[in-house]
């Protein structure tokens, strides 16, 4: 079942002990909400990931993968055979190991890339100053970091490639306490080069 935002503040309460967050302005008087953050708040921090994190996590929906790309278009991605500016993306997982399925526009399945989410995640946080709110006024990341395997138009991956998995939102202080919006993947290694990125839904 779905954790709602609500009862993930709370749950996030349990763990928020051990954390500190680093403040730019005056104290403030105490917020109802133990996860909630002051004006001024920024902090990148690691934490173990909780099984109740791990099944939020896996609760997320992708959107459609878009390739990044600068100017120079397809000639400055490095590792996909044929690649296409955008492909329909369908997420599974067991745990912590994840399978992102890249559909081309025929309908088919272009490839796959496969990784295991490891225990350590690294959050981010930071006021941008556009949202009063102090349970959502924070721009929030949650990064992972490991080996990545992929087929068919990711097959010139090899042992030595990485990935990096940004889910980004707007959140409170305390780990995943948010409401994810967008994710970022970046792949790279020997003769590949590449990212991906697209909207989020779920975890609110």
């Known amino acids: ?21 680093l403040s730019f302005t005056h104290p403030q008087p105490a917020l109802a909400c133990a996860c909630c953050a002051d004006a001024g708040t920024w902090f990148e921090r690691s934490h173990i990931v909780q099984d109740f994190e791990l099944e939020i996590l896996n609760d997320l929906v992708f959107g459609n993968a878009n390739l990044y790309m600068t100017a120079a278009g397809f000639e400055a991605v490095e590792g996909i055979e044929s690649p296409q500016s955008t492909y329909r993306l369908s997420k599974s997982s067991n745990g912590r190991s994840w399978n992102l399925r890249f559909i081309s526009d025929d309908g088919e399945t272009a490839g796959n890339l496969s990784f295991f989410l490891p225990e350590e995640a ?19 990341e949650v990064r992972f970091e490991g080996n990545i395997t992929g087929n068919g138009i990711f097959s010139g991956i090899s042992n030595e490639t ?31 080069d590449f990212s991906f990125y697209g909207e989020l839904n779920g975890g609110n």
């Open 122 to 140: 690294i959050d981010f946080g930071t006021d941008l100053f556009n949202d009063p709110m102090p349970d959502t006024r924070l721009h929030r």
């Open 162 to 192: 990485q990935f990096k998995l940004v889910l980004k939102g707007n959140g409170g202080v305390c780990p995943m306490a948010m409401e994810f919006q967008n994710w970022f993947l970046d792949v790279s290694g020997p003769g590949v």
């Open 1 to 21: 079942m779905r954790l709602t935002f609500k009862k993930l503040l709370a749950t996030s309460i349990l763990t928020l002990g051990g954390y500190f967050t």
